[in-house]
């Protein structure tokens, strides 16, 4: 992998549970982002951390970031059906310069069983 | 939700067929992007683009070749399919805000097969 590791590779869970994936990155990093994929779809922006940020919420999303451990966090609380897909973290380097290259994971595939 | 369009979404084709995949988007961003992504598998940088008649090399090398001669357009070409070229390619776009802050727009993708 480009990023480092995501795991779990795949998640299956009942609905009303929470989700959990975790991302590793090697280089420092500008900000980290979570993308979403449903199955054969362009991917779509969930949450952007920065680098001085340690914690960030968005409705039932709640992403950490541990730059000493280079790792962040993707948790996903009382999922739905509707949040199966697949889950991706991406860093931008601080070396990317202006065009904010995305580096990605291999990605997190979830499924939420009614 | 993002504008940026692709098509065609699926093409199947025959080897040494020269094909171009076409990416435009409504929104005014300056930087494009060409991702390559294999079935469960990362996506890879192939292409982006800076803005009109900027063009460069991404992370992954591929035999494809792209244009930006409008902002809103930016098609990628393949002048001789092969079998190794099957894959997901998916395009996008951001803002040319402040440096690396900005969130990817992506297209829906085109599933290419080349028999």
């Known amino acids: 992998s480009q990023q480092g590791e995501e795991d779990p590779q795949a998640l299956s869970i009942q609905e009303g549970e929470n989700a959990t994936m975790n991302c590793s990155y090697k280089?420092?990093?500008?900000?980290l982002q979570w993308y979403r994929q449903n199955s054969g779809r362009g991917l779509v922006h969930l949450i952007l951390?920065?680098?001085?940020?340690r914690e960030k919420h968005s409705g039932r999303l709640r992403v950490t970031l541990d730059t000493s451990k280079k790792s962040s966090s993707l948790l996903i609380t009382a999922s739905r059906a509707a949040d199966t897909a697949s889950y991706f973290c991406?860093?931008?380097?601080?070396?990317?310069?202006?065009?904010?290259?995305?580096?990605f994971g291999a990605g997190t595939r979830l499924a939420v069983h009614p | 939700e993002a504008d940026i369009y692709q098509t065609p979404r699926y093409l199947v084709i025959g080897t040494g067929k020269k094909i171009t995949l076409e990416c435009s988007q409504t929104?005014?961003?300056?930087?494009m992007y060409w991702y390559q992504q294999d079935p469960g598998m990362e996506l890879h940088l192939i292409h982006y683009?800076?803005?009109?008649?900027?063009?460069e090399k991404g992370d992954l090398s591929s035999e494809s070749t792209v244009s930006r001669i409008r902002t809103e357009h930016f098609p990628l070409t393949l002048e001789s399919a092969r079998p190794s070229h099957t894959s997901q390619y998916l395009c996008?776009?951001?803002?040319?805000?402040?440096?690396?802050?900005?969130?990817?727009?992506f297209g829906p993708g085109t599933r290419l097969t080349v028999l």
């Open positions: 996008a776009s951001s803002e040319f805000g402040d440096r690396g802050l900005n969130e990817q727009f």
């Open positions: 280089t420092s990093i500008n900000n």
């Open positions: 951390i920065r680098s001085n940020e």
């Open positions: 991406a860093t931008v380097s601080m070396f990317s310069g202006g065009y904010n290259k995305l580096i």
């Open positions: 929104m005014g961003h300056d930087k």
């Open positions: 683009s800076y803005g009109v008649n900027s063009t």
